[in-house]
Each structure stands twice: as structure tokens, then as C-alpha cells.
């Protein structure tokens, strides 16, 4: 059983950053990707960056592109999501999910083991 567990979330002001971590446990020799979502209220949940586990291929949503940044560190076991110059419309619950046979990296039904969530706020 694979759990994935999100920290670093928080109320930052426009143009600030914050450092999204998420800590992978559990049988992952099978996983190919690690993803982070993102689901602003009332709205669908969104792919904003892909990051693929055995040559550290990264993906983007144009949305974030030059501001966000997705890194790994094997030893830990853990996915990072770094976000500068974040605006209003970053404001969401963030996940990270992992897959074993990722085609489309921003489909979210590729998905077999999600995080719980951490809640980004921008405002000022």
C-alpha cells in the first residue's frame, strides 16, 4: 500500500512563495510519475505539474510555467513543489498523486494513490 502525505501549504501574499513537500511511502518500484493537482472551489481538479520518477522528466501547466517548479529526491522519497511569484488564482487545494502507467500526466483517472490535500492561499 503506497500513502502519500502533502505538507507546506499556507496563506502567502501575491508575489510570494512557498515550498509544497510530498512524502511517498510504501511500495513505489511500480511508479513511473508523481503529479501535483490542484482544486480551486467550485472548480475541476487540475494538473499543474508532473514529474517522472526514473529520468526526472517534468511537465508543466502553461498556467504555472516559469514560476513553478517540480523536483524529487530519491533518498527521501519525496516530491517537492517549489512556487515563486504566486498570484490569486493559485488559491487551491493542492494534492499529489502517484501512477504506474502515466500516458497523460495531467489525467487524473491515471492516478491510483492520492494525498490528502494541503490548502494554498494567496491574498492579501
Known amino acids: 500500500q503506497v500513502q502519500l502525505v502533502e505538507s507546506g501549504g499556507g496563506l502567502v501574499q501575491p508575489g510570494g512563495s512557498l515550498r509544497l513537500s510530498c512524502v511517498i511511502s510504501?511500495?513505489?518500484?511500480?511508479?513511473?510519475?508523481i503529479t501535483w493537482f490542484r482544486q480551486a472551489p467550485g472548480k475541476g481538479r487540475e494538473g499543474v505539474s508532473c514529474v517522472r520518477l526514473n529520468d526526472g522528466i517534468t511537465y508543466y501547466a502553461d498556467s504555472v510555467k516559469g514560476r513553478f517548479t517540480i523536483s524529487r529526491d530519491n533518498a527521501k522519497n519525496t516530491v517537492y513543489l517549489q512556487m515563486n511569484n504566486l498570484k490569486p488564482e493559485d488559491t487551491a487545494v493542492y494534492s499529489c498523486?502517484?501512477?504506474?502507467?502515466?500516458?497523460?500526466?495531467?489525467?487524473?483517472?491515471?492516478?491510483?494513490?492520492w494525498g490528502q490535500g494541503t490548502q494554498v492561499t494567496v491574498s492579501s
Open positions: 510504501g511500495f513505489t518500484d511500480h511508479y513511473y510519475a
Open positions: 498523486a502517484g501512477g504506474s502507467a502515466v500516458l497523460s500526466w495531467y489525467d487524473t483517472s491515471e492516478y491510483d494513490s
